[in-house]
Structures are given as structure tokens and as C-alpha cells.
């Protein structure tokens, strides 16, 4: 009988210990953060890890990565430096790979922002190659788009925009086309 009493005593309290270690949470998806992450002195690093894009000229379709890092000179104003590494196709051509590397200003507006997320723009010029060619391109690029942040510190971001290319190449025709990106970015408290 003790055999019999002592087992379901040890059940009871397995039962018991299991019950108590459901936890039903649900995922974060929003976070109220306010101007706290943009504000003047804190860093910014992540980056754009799904661009794509469709050239007009070149009847070509690009998807690009862009890490980026940069810092809040002022409340909602950043700059910094992004890297690309991207691959081109083009339809009756080989496929390309690209590098280059540009300086950033990013401007958070104030209007038609929520306590989640803001509206930004986005502009870079810099400097590019790519693996069959020779010598530097020119880029340049405006963007539009919306951060989401799901914590305190890090923010969903997709991005629009218009995208301008030229080689330093006598007799080279300029690339022009629209682009989407999605991403993230992780925001940092600076020393201010």
C-alpha cells in the first residue's frame, strides 16, 4: 500500500510541477518607444536584406543586400555608410555580381509618425563596380519608407524608391530604375 501511495503522491506532484510551468505569452509584434530611438547620439546598424529591383534601360532585375551602420547627428537625422553586394540578371545576358559603397543621410519625419513606428527617407550616393567590368560606377538613390519596431530597440523597415546609376566609362549609357526593400535595424543608446 505505501508502494501504491507513495507512486501517486510522486505523479500528483510531476502533475502538479508540469501545470505550473505553462506559460501562455504571445509574441511581441509592437513596441511604444516614442523619439527614444532616434534621438541625437545613439547608433543605428542592420540593413536592407531583401532589395529588388527592374531596370528600365537594361531590362535587367536586380536583388540586392545592404548592410548599413549610422549615427543620429540630431533628434531623427542620421548619417552613415551602407555596402552593397548585389546580383543582376538580364534577359538575354550573363548574370552580374555587384559591390560598392555609399554614404547615407536618413531623416525621420515627424508627421504621420505613430508611438510604433515612424516614416523616413532615405538618400545615398557612392560608388560601385561590378565583376565583369572595369572601373567605378556612380549610384545614387531615394527612398521613402516605414520602421516598425517591434521592441524597444530594433524596427521592421520596408522601403520604395528611385535608383540611378552611371559607369565612368566613355560612352556608357546611365541605368535608371524602382526598387522595394525590406529589412531591419537595430538602434543603440549612444553616450549623450
Not at 555596402?83 to 538575354?92: E, G, M, N
Request: proline fraction near 4%; charge should be positive.
Amino acid at each position: 500500500m505505501k508502494k501504491y501511495l507513495l507512486s501517486f503522491a510522486v505523479a500528483m506532484g510531476i502533475i502538479s510541477l508540469a501545470n505550473a510551468q505553462q506559460i501562455n505569452t504571445t509574441p511581441q509584434t509592437s513596441a511604444n518607444v516614442g523619439l527614444t530611438p532616434i534621438k541625437a547620439g545613439n547608433w543605428l546598424v542592420g540593413g536592407s536584406i531583401g532589395s529588388i529591383g527592374y531596370s528600365f534601360e537594361g531590362n535587367s532585375f536586380n536583388a540586392a543586400v545592404n548592410p548599413r551602420a549610422g549615427y543620429f547627428i540630431s533628434d531623427g537625422l542620421a548619417i552613415g555608410a551602407e555596402a552593397t553586394l548585389s546580383l543582376k540578371t538580364f534577359k538575354d545576358d550573363d548574370n552580374t555580381w555587384g559591390y560598392g559603397v555609399a554614404p547615407f543621410v536618413r531623416y525621420y519625419f515627424p508627421g504621420g509618425a505613430s508611438s510604433t513606428g515612424r516614416f523616413f527617407g532615405h538618400g545615398s550616393v557612392g560608388i560601385a563596380g561590378s565583376s565583369p567590368g572595369s572601373g567605378a560606377t556612380f549610384t545614387a538613390g531615394a527612398n521613402v519608407g516605414y520602421a516598425h519596431f517591434i521592441t524597444q530597440t530594433v524596427a521592421l523597415e520596408a522601403t520604395f524608391g528611385y535608383n540611378y546609376s552611371k559607369a565612368n566609362v566613355s560612352g556608357a549609357d546611365k541605368a535608371t530604375g524602382l526598387g522595394v526593400g525590406v529589412g531591419f535595424q537595430i538602434y543603440l543608446p549612444g553616450n549623450r
